[in-house]
């Protein structure tokens, strides 16, 4: 419990330090994204919804499964490459997983699909070095996958998932 609240801490405070970057790119189309009101959620364990199935193909065509990283606690970034929030948190969360990996802690993207192209998600990916994968979300099924006590209601959202497979936070 201790250190899945460090995990949320550290992802809460290197989102917020990305949050007051400059961001930079060709193309700014922020008008494109719901910005969440930066509050952090964490659900106690009797407050979550059962495990949740998510399972995709990552851009690379590797098949992911949620499932066969049970045991482990996930973070799932729900990105998009037109997104200047998002290219704003890479970095951070890069630095966060890289930190974070040798605790057995993962990291997953999805890429909100129905504005973008595998192209460019490939593109932002190899632009921004993330080395964790990413599955491509062409018509927001994975996202929908969730639940409903903390659904991705904006992009970018960065959710937790608990070692038994279900949402425990929002970041």
Request: aromatic share 8%; hydrophobic share 40%; glycine share 6%.
């Amino acid at each position: 419990q201790v250190k899945f609240r460090m995990l949320v801490a550290t992802l809460t405070f290197s989102l917020a330090l990305s949050a007051c970057s400059a961001v930079t790119g060709s193309t700014d189309n922020s008008e494109h994204y719901v910005a969440g009101d930066g509050s952090t959620i964490i659900l106690a364990p009797s407050e979550r919804d059962p495990a949740i199935t998510l399972a995709g193909k990552t851009l690379t065509g590797d098949s992911w499964n949620l499932a066969d990283h049970k045991g482990h606690v996930v973070v799932v970034n729900v990105w998009a490459s037109w997104c200047a929030p998002c290219r704003a948190e890479a970095a951070a969360l890069e630095k966060v997983h890289s930190k974070t990996s040798s605790n057995g802690v993962e990291f997953v993207g999805v890429v909100s699909g129905s504005k973008d192209s595998v192209d460019n998600a490939r593109a932002f990916v190899d632009r921004f070095d993330i080395s964790y994968p990413s599955m491509f979300d062409s018509d927001n099924s994975l996202i929908l996958s969730f639940g409903r006590k903390l659904p991705p209601s904006a992009i970018p959202t960065t959710l937790v998932i608990d070692v038994q497979g279900r949402v425990a936070a929002d970041a």
